[in-house]
């Protein structure tokens, strides 16, 4: 015999009034401060702070300590050369795809799969992945997360996701291989392949941020504004046009506590050993898949029948296809390889507004295979329209400022 | 996956946000496997105890608050329910929030389930002055009510302990119970009888 | 008994502020024709937008919640905005140090790894960003303030 749910509800509350006795208690400070975190006047200048320390905190540690401070001179200093020393033959096929370049003077522009591949992978990523899932774990456990993710519910309902899609958002501006993970977090595929499309297209990882910063200082800003705006209008019209629901759910918000070591350890090790077991051998076969590609010759093929599109759609000059091509690879050191050819601002803000939205790098793209392959087909139809029309658009708008 | 015959199988069930998993780690030590369920994207964690010589398999379910099925991570509690008829529920309660919980815990009962239930988060019902009378809770539903912290490891122990005398209840003798002690309301005093209703 | 709490208020609302007004400066001189100016121990302004703006908001923001709370620091209500403001204050005061901590282990450009200790001492230094110069004073009232809602004192 099955129950109503209101005959249900009655025995819960004979049972309760049985066996709970309420005390007078007084507001504790993490009620007081829960509350204060939710409402929008308080709660919008928290998360900002929070998210500055997010920030801040990931770019020091593993920015300015680990990878800059100590792996780029273990592998650029010690590694590298010692692999071009050591590996046989410079001239042949197994040299260019384990070692690649044998003039490099970094990891980034070698591309070899075990100089390339593994300084992305251990002395890059690993170190970003660690603290990365460090501070969401801190975050997760303490309570604030849920509470952000109230916050942004209002705002990303409008393009059709709910609060917990600023869980991916945030962490694709540090990587996109978490943040394609982190989709998972969302309740339907309507909404998981929006944010993974979104992902892929508007959020410039952070190794391109730090590249753009670099390279073109001044034309950051007009970047982002427009992958800002690309991200809302795009999001609000995947929303309409994608079929599928766009569920409301309910946020339950978990009163603050201290996050317990023991327990924010361990789920640490679960996600960084995740990340080592399935992310590693994907970036490592990526980049030789990537080279064999370019020793057939299928790369230079493309890039040949690319040009004229290139070149008449989106105004860009001849030279900038083989980096938007390469972006595949690492779309940071695509960016650089733009820099040092000539063009105008405008031309420039158009490239790398390409660059970063028109296709995930190949860890990325190997998460995408993970999450299913008739999900990717369709992302990358996604991929391939936004990139034109976007693309194009820019270049209009250019040409009707007179600047193109 | 597949049942051992020697092996019993432990569901961990509860809402959302009750120290579920906390206390899942508490139990388990360090050899947890996080896998998605499978044609799902809902994370399912499985970890082991061992405890006299008897060794149990522990799913941790994904929080639900009812067994309707109302999102991804409810239809996957239903489903893990359903692939283990032959499961120990573990019903975990939020002591400051005991009426939610015990909606699941009851849908869980009527199902027919031998069920144990975890009274975690006690030292934040202490802080908030919620007492919650785990004898009185035991006697009513007639299974072993174990009041836990899991952030301090406190009745962590006494909770496997427990696991071998989990109990199917049964909806009837919970409601003539509850009716039939309606005159003499002297509930909280009543700790004599705490191993009584439910662990024979 | 009414003397130290008045005193506390004072001091909230003091710290509040100045933070209001570093942050602001902050914001100004970014926004402005100059790279940065030291007043003292502090700098006010600098190149880098992230640093400097984003954080000099959340410092705005801190001192308002400061100010805001102070006058009912010892109710619910302003002792929240209280501890919230502290807390901003001491989120980016505290990130900004943990930055040099992290940016100093390592050696500069060269063959070593390791920075020297006295390379690594000498880049605390002055000047500091206002967060971090407010940042003792905001922890002294945040502690204060926990502390003495524990033991329910004023």
């Known amino acids: ?404 | 996956m597949h049942d051992h015959h020697d092996r019993l199988t432990i569901l961990m069930m509860g809402n959302p946000n009750v120290g579920k998993s906390a206390l899942f780690n508490r139990l388990t030590g360090a050899n947890a496997v996080v896998s998605n369920y499978p044609g799902t994207t809902v994370d399912v964690t499985k970890g082991s105890l061992r405890k006299d010589r008897h060794s149990y398999e522990i799913i941790d379910v994904p929080g639900a608050y009812s067994l309707e099925a109302r999102d991804a991570a409810e239809e996957v509690a239903v489903r893990i329910l359903d692939t283990h008829p032959d499961a120990v529920v573990m019903i975990i309660l939020d002591a400051t929030r005991v009426e939610r919980g015990l909606y699941l815990a009851l849908e869980v009962i009527e199902r027919g389930a031998p069920c144990i239930v975890a009274l975690n988060m006690m030292d934040v019902a202490q802080d908030k002055q919620i007492a919650v009378d785990t004898a009185e809770m035991q006697r009513v539903l007639g299974i072993p009510v174990v009041a836990t912290t899991a952030i301090s490891a406190e009745g962590v122990k006494h909770l496997a302990d427990m696991i071998r005398k989990a109990q199917v209840a049964d909806l009837s003798a919970i409601r003539s119970r509850l009716n039939g002690q309606e005159p003499d309301q002297g509930a909280v005093a009543r700790c004599a009888g705490c191993g009584g209703g439910g662990c024979r | 008994m009414e003397a130290p709490c008045r005193g506390a208020e004072l001091v909230t609302a003091a710290v509040g502020l100045a933070a209001v007004a570093c942050g602001a400066a902050n914001i100004l001189v970014w926004a402005g024709p100059y790279d940065g100016i030291e007043i003292g121990i502090m700098a006010i302004g600098g190149p880098d937008f992230f640093r400097w703006v984003w954080g000099s908001l959340v410092v705005v923001f801190g001192g308002v919640m400061m100010l805001a709370g102070a006058r009912q620091m010892h109710a619910v209500p302003g002792y929240g905005k209280v501890l919230l403001g502290v807390a901003m204050i001491g989120i980016i005061g505290g990130t900004d140090i943990f930055a040099l901590i992290c940016e100093n282990i390592p050696a500069g450009e060269g063959a070593q790894f390791f920075n020297s200790a006295t390379g690594f001492i000498g880049a605390f230094a002055p000047p500091y960003p206002p967060a971090v110069v407010l940042l003792p004073f905001a922890l002294v009232i945040g502690c204060a303030l926990y502390a003495g809602r524990a033991d329910d004192g004023c």
């Open chain 1, 1 to 404: 015999m099955g129950l109503t749910a209101d005959e249900r509800w009655d025995l819960v509350d004979a049972i309760a009034q049985r066996t709970v006795a309420f005390g007078i208690s007084r507001q504790t400070t993490g009620d007081v401060l829960g509350e204060l975190t939710v409402k929008p006047l308080t709660g919008i200048p928290t998360a900002l702070a929070v998210l500055y320390a997010f920030w801040s905190i990931f770019g020091s540690f593993a920015g300015a300590l680990v990878t800059d401070g100590f792996m780029i001179k273990l592998f650029d200093g010690y590694w590298l050369p010692w692999m071009q020393a050591a590996w046989p033959d410079p001239g042949s096929v197994h040299y260019f795809l384990f070692v690649g370049d044998p003039a490099a003077e970094t990891c980034f522009e070698a591309f070899g799969m075990l100089t390339s591949g593994l300084f992305v992978s251990f002395g890059v990523v690993l170190p970003a992945i660690f603290v990365f899932y460090l501070m969401m774990t801190l975050l997760e456990d303490s309570g604030y997360l849920p509470r952000l993710a109230v916050l942004m519910d209002t705002l990303l309902h409008k393009i059709g996701l709910h609060g917990y899609a600023i869980v991916p958002a945030i962490l694709g501006l540090g990587c996109n291989v978490p943040a394609v993970t982190a989709t998972r977090t969302l309740e339907t595929k309507k909404q998981r392949f929006i944010m993974m499309t979104l992902l892929a297209l508007f959020i410039p990882c952070g190794a391109q941020l730090g590249i753009m910063l670099q390279v073109v200082p001044d034309t950051v800003g007009w970047v982002l504004l427009y992958l800002l705006i690309g991200f809302v209008v795009f999001g609000y019209v995947l929303s309409r046009v994608i079929p599928g629901s766009n569920p409301e759910i309910l946020i339950d918000v978990p009163p603050y506590r201290w996050p317990q070591r023991a327990n924010v350890a361990k789920k640490l090790w679960n996600k960084t050993r995740g990340f080592l077991t399935n992310a590693v051998p994907f970036v490592m076969l990526g980049i030789l898949i990537v080279n064999i590609l370019y020793l057939t010759g299928f790369i230079g093929w493309l890039a040949d029948l690319a040009a004229p599109l290139f070149v008449t759609w989106f105004g860009v000059p001849k030279e900038t296809v083989g980096p938007l091509l390469a972006a595949f690879l690492r779309k940071d050191l695509a960016v650089a390889q733009l820099a040092t050819i000539p063009m105008t601002s405008y031309q420039m803000i158009t490239a790398v507004v390409l660059i970063s939205i028109y296709f995930p790098c190949v860890a990325t793209f190997a998460m995408m295979v993970r999450e299913g392959p008739r999900q990717l087909l369709a992302a990358i139809g996604v991929l391939a329209a936004v990139v034109l029309i976007y693309g194009g658009l820019i270049h209009a708008v250019g040409i009707l400022l007179g600047v193109a």
